[in-house]
């Protein structure tokens, strides 16, 4: 993503005007507006003031966050299946809300390699699924080919993505931690306003217990993400019918070394 729409982005996330920007870079408004549109670029010197009020680092400022992201490529390179192949049982669950009477569209929100996209589409979904790492959507292709069915699966960052079009069943499992505090409203609320009436969003997230250690393979992203509330997810959803809303805790041997992890999860119907 270049420069022009992360600074319109972050300063939209933030509540802030072209003006009030300008006001706290001390520097003109107009000056804000070309950097928007692409006509000009901020100067070097303004950089480490500009990310400290837009709350970014200069990297990402740069566009190069999702550096640490690609983490996952590296997971995702080695032989095998990081997340083994079995569905996550929320996909048992939104069959039993909306069983696929119809290729009903679903969009599943950092797919990984893909393993509940194909269960997905395997039982007659119509199914879209993005991902950031490149090594986790090759596989997931890869996945997709030798169970026979197609998934429209593409490359996409969740902080800054921005749906255009409608589905019935959101799903994301495991990747919602990713999203900072102030990008939050602005994400769920696309997604939200994407959803078909009774449709719903089935979402999973890691929440921050302050009685569970660390877990060992925890990246330096995660540790930098602002760690969601306990019960936080389902606030932005207290307009919808709640069709689940639990936390549990559970064992995770991912990296090999056991540990817990706390997560909130959600399925909400759009009424
Ligand atoms: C814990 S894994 C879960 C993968 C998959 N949902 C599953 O359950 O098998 C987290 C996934 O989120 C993806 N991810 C991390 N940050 C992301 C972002 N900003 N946008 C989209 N995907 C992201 C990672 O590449 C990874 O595949």
């Not at 990310?51 to 690609?70: H, K, P």
């Not at 490529?73 to 009477?101: A, F, Q």
């Not at 009685?211 to 930098?224: K, R």
């Not at 760690?227 to 919808?240: L, R, T």
Request: aromatic content about 12%.
């Amino acid at each position: 993503m270049n420069i022009s729409k992360i600074i319109a982005d972050k300063r939209k996330e933030l509540g802030l005007t072209q003006q009030a920007l300008a006001e706290k870079l001390n520097i003109s408004f107009q000056a804000i507006s070309k950097w928007e549109n692409g006509t000009s670029c901020p100067d070097i010197t303004l950089l480490p003031v500009l990310a400290a009020v837009l709350n970014v680092s200069i990297d990402s400022l740069l566009g190069y966050t999702s550096q640490s992201l690609t983490d996952y490529d590296k997971r995702y390179n080695r032989e095998g299946y990081y997340w083994g192949l079995i569905p996550n049982n929320l996909c048992y669950e939104i069959m039993k809300l909306k069983p696929p009477t119809k290729p009903y569209k679903v969009l599943d929100i950092g797919c990984g390699e893909g393993k509940d996209a194909v269960f997905l589409a395997r039982n007659g979904y119509d199914v879209t699924a993005f991902d950031i790492s490149e090594q986790g959507l090759s596989k997931a292709r890869e996945l997709a080919n030798c169970c026979g069915v197609k998934i429209d699966f593409f490359k996409a960052d969740v902080r800054n993505f921005r749906l255009e079009t409608n589905y019935d069943i959101i799903f994301s499992s495991g990747v919602f931690h990713y999203i900072s505090k102030e990008q939050r409203e602005s994400v769920i609320d696309n997604l939200k306003a994407h959803t078909f009436s009774n449709g719903i969003n089935a979402i999973n997230v890691f929440v921050r217990k302050p009685f569970i250690p660390l877990p060992p393979d925890v990246e330096e992203s995660e540790l930098a993400a602002d760690n969601w509330k306990s019960g936080e997810i389902f606030m932005y959803y207290h307009d919808w019918l709640f069709r689940k809303n639990e936390e549990k805790i559970f064992d995770c041997n991912s990296s090999g070394i056991p540990h817990k992890h706390c997560m909130d999860v959600i399925i909400a119907e759009k009424i």
